[in-house]
């Protein structure tokens, strides 16, 4: 069937293009230009990771009845005199022009508010006033329609606050004055997410071509696998814009997903011309150089039919082995993995699509001109270098020599790789699974200075780390309190407060300590009914909800794999020996990351800030197993494709691991170095999460490239050639009738 879609493809190239450039043009309206209202950039939110539980309960029992109906920003304000005229002067003024503004509910300015009689400042306004005395913050409450914000009312509020931050420091050049709430944090987190996904695009993309042109020694080659990439990325984006009117799409999703889709679509654009320009001098030099030019674009639309009936069925199975392992994501309870796991299958669908539909399109239009010399060939010494690194691999050469070199001592080699894999991942021995702090911002956001100084000084102002809730009265809320104030790393309690009828104490604790705190509390509570809430206990939660899936996300992407290797190879070996070797290489990418961020030994290199981490973050964890597996399935597919037609041909397993290994390690170091240079790139970014994921990536890619795919493998594989390709009867006949078949 692929060989007939390759050939008929070709053959009506000119349709298929039209049709992918209407798809693309849609995408790049909808997504980019915004042409139905709003593009996807303006639709992505920044609400972080959260599931249903104890914490979100609280949450909701707290909830004022109006908090829906509005959206607030703040003026803030510190290191001033409180006590100055000029400074009480501008806010009044502020507060009159404001208060004035169609769609504002209210102003709260606290220095109008009189103290009480002790001259102590009045408690309502407490959280407004900063904890050194320096500071405070001008709040003012806009009304919501159906939880939307007038973008007018916004613009209005923001530049009358701004005036007046300007004010104030013309008053005193050394006082902060700046404009914040949510409405502008999320703008400012969207902002930095876009500035990264364009510095890592423009940082792997032109690197990525200077790859393809040492691979294939000229720019067309080089361009079809790009145009590919370019292509999925577009449909990513489109498809992401749809998913976004049925979820939240947040910043993060966007960024992973953009990553994933650019770097299988190359690796796969790779494979097939690749490929294609294998088979079509294969076909040519059979038929011989002299024969018409009718006759020689039929030769092409075969190599094309057989380049899809091969690699092509190797880039189906290796785009569905990685589909459902980001399909096993949905077992988790957390939206934004659900929304990164239906964004994943859908950018993995269409860089199928694109190997399968849009490059045999292009190769229809220049497939001819793919075995003439590249134009970079023809210069002096470059020339020779490209042509000993080219894409089409000789029959003798490094990888030959290597896994020749490999085969004397198998057993050896493969306990050595292994335990080299081993000591790399040791510091997950050491690893602590916790959620990013959620008060981090990228120093690159607008929004910076404004959530740095409220954290530092407005404590009340924040959403509180650890915060109890009880049905009860006071005096015991008030005991509760006591006690949990005794707990380590609890550094005090507030005292109780009633809030729709129940009775709240926030509870502050060392840093990154929260989870523990949380953990404690709820291990040893009072007599009545209780909840006990806060960002970190949210995180406490979100984290449990991942334990409880992450068995049945391992078997569905565990069994899933194992199927899907076996209809591929016919051996229940290979698939068991593939998934242990994942695992192991997988561990020493999850070390690294230990290593570099939990430990903090990367901060200066990736300048971020080491305190800011107590752990890894359970979101990173779960994305680079699953994402880091489904990778290092894609290379597991390419070298196994490979063995496998030599082995069908005749050969020996241990010279069929030899040539297959030579016939496909310059493809798999080329596109693993294309994937790292992608993943590297992206880690160039300011978010702190896609930091982790793609040097973690990086990681995993690179070691299953070099030392898994080249050494272990081979290595394993040898040790066991005699039962390799066993599999019990009865399972023979299902291989027989749906098995990967050329």
């Given at each position: ?385 490209l042509t000993r690194f080219g894409d089409v691999a000789p029959p003798e050469g490094v990888f030959s020599r290597l896994t020749r070199r490999v085969q004397r001592a198998p057993v050896l080699v493969a306990l050595g790789g292994i335990a080299l894999l081993l000591l790399l991942g ?317």
């Open positions: 069937m692929l060989r007939t879609l390759g050939v008929f493809v070709a053959r009506h190239r000119l349709s298929a293009l039209l049709l992918w450039v209407v798809v693309i043009g849609a995408s790049v309206a909808t997504a980019l230009v915004g042409v139905t209202g709003e593009s996807l950039f303006q639709r992505l939110s920044s609400a972080g990771p959260s599931v249903a539980g104890e914490a979100s309960e609280a949450a909701d029992l707290l909830q004022s009845k109006t908090a829906g109906d509005t959206e607030s920003l703040s003026l803030l304000v510190h290191d001033v005199d409180l006590s100055a005229p000029e400074l009480a002067r501008v806010l009044s003024a502020a507060t009159v022009d404001l208060t004035a503004i169609d769609g504002v509910t209210a102003v709260v300015n606290p220095l109008s508010v009189p103290p009480l009689a002790s001259g102590q400042p009045n408690p309502a306004v407490a959280p407004l006033l900063a904890d050194d005395g320096t500071g405070l913050l001008l709040n003012v409450e806009m009304a919501t329609t159906d939880g939307d914000l007038s973008a007018v009312v916004l613009d209005a509020v923001q530049e009358r606050l701004g005036v007046a931050a300007e004010e104030i420091q013309n008053l005193d050049s050394g006082a902060v004055a700046e404009v914040g709430g949510t409405p502008l944090l999320v703008e400012s987190l969207v902002a930095v997410a876009e500035a990264d996904l364009q510095k890592g695009e423009l940082i792997a993309l032109p690197i990525a071509l200077a790859v393809m042109l040492v691979i294939f020694g000229g720019f067309l080659a080089a361009g079809i696998p790009l145009i590919g990439a370019i292509a999925s990325i577009l449909g990513a984006l489109g498809a992401l814009w749809g998913f976004s009117y049925v979820m939240e799409i947040d910043t993060t999703v966007l960024n992973v997903i953009t990553v994933i889709g650019l770097g299988l679509s190359i690796d796969y654009g790779l494979l097939i011309v690749s490929r294609f320009r294998e088979e079509f001098r294969t076909l040519v030099a059979r038929v011989g150089v002299d024969h018409p030019a009718a006759e020689r674009h039929e030769l092409m639309l075969e190599a094309v039919g057989v380049t899809l009936d091969t690699a092509g069925r190797t880039v189906l199975y290796s785009g569905l082995t990685f589909a459902i392992a980001t399909v096993g994501l949905l077992v988790f309870e957390s939206t934004i993995i659900r929304a990164i796991s239906i964004g994943a299958v859908s950018v993995v669908l269409i860089a199928i699509l694109t190997a399968l539909v849009l490059i045999p399109a292009l190769l229809g239009y220049f497939g001819e001109r793919l075995l003439k010399p590249g134009i970079l060939t023809r210069i002096p010494a470059l020339g020779t270098l040791s510091p997950v021995l050491n690893m602590t699974v916790s959620s990013s702090d959620a008060s981090a911002i990228p120093k690159a956001a607008s929004q910076y200075e404004f959530v740095t100084v409220l954290n530092d000084h407005f404590p009340l102002a924040t959403a509180p780390r650890v915060q109890l809730v009880g049905d009860t009265d006071e005096v015991s809320a008030s005991a509760w309190a006591e006690d949990v104030a005794a707990l380590p790393n609890v550094t005090a309690t507030t005292p109780p407060v009633e809030v729709n009828g129940y009775w709240v104490s926030r509870v502050d604790v060392e840093l990154n300590q929260g989870p523990s705190v949380v953990r404690e509390i709820r291990a040893d509570r009072p007599a009545f009914d209780n909840w006990v809430g806060g960002t970190d206990a949210a995180a406490v939660d979100y984290t449990d909800s991942l334990r409880r899936g992450a068995p049945w996300a391992a078997l569905i992407i565990g069994g899933a794999t194992v199927i899907l290797l076996f209809l591929m190879t016919g051996s229940v070996l290979i698939p068991l020996t593939a998934l242990l070797v994942s695992v192991i290489s997988l561990g020493a990418a999850v070390g690294i990351l230990v290593w570099g961020f939990q430990d903090g030994n990367l901060a200066g290199l990736l300048n971020f800030d080491a305190s800011t981490i107590a752990g890894v973050d359970p979101l990173v964890l779960t994305l680079v197993l699953t994402f880091g597996f489904g990778l290092a399935m894609d290379y597991e597919m390419f070298l196994l494709a490979r063995i496998k037609d030599h082995h069908e041909q005749g050969e020996s397993t241990r010279r069929s691991i030899e040539t297959g290994l030579q016939s496909s390690g310059r493809i798999i170091s080329s596109a693993a170095l294309i994937i790292v240079i992608v993943f590297a790139g992206f880690a160039t970014g300011n978010l702190l999460q896609m930091k982790q994921i793609g040097i973690a990536l990086a990681v995993a890619v690179l070691l299953d490239a070099t030392l898994v795919r080249t050494i272990v493998v081979p290595a394993l594989m040898t040790a066991l050639e005699g039962p390799l390709w066993w599999a019990p009867t009865w399972l023979k006949p299902i291989h027989a009738r749906f098995g990967m078949r050329e």
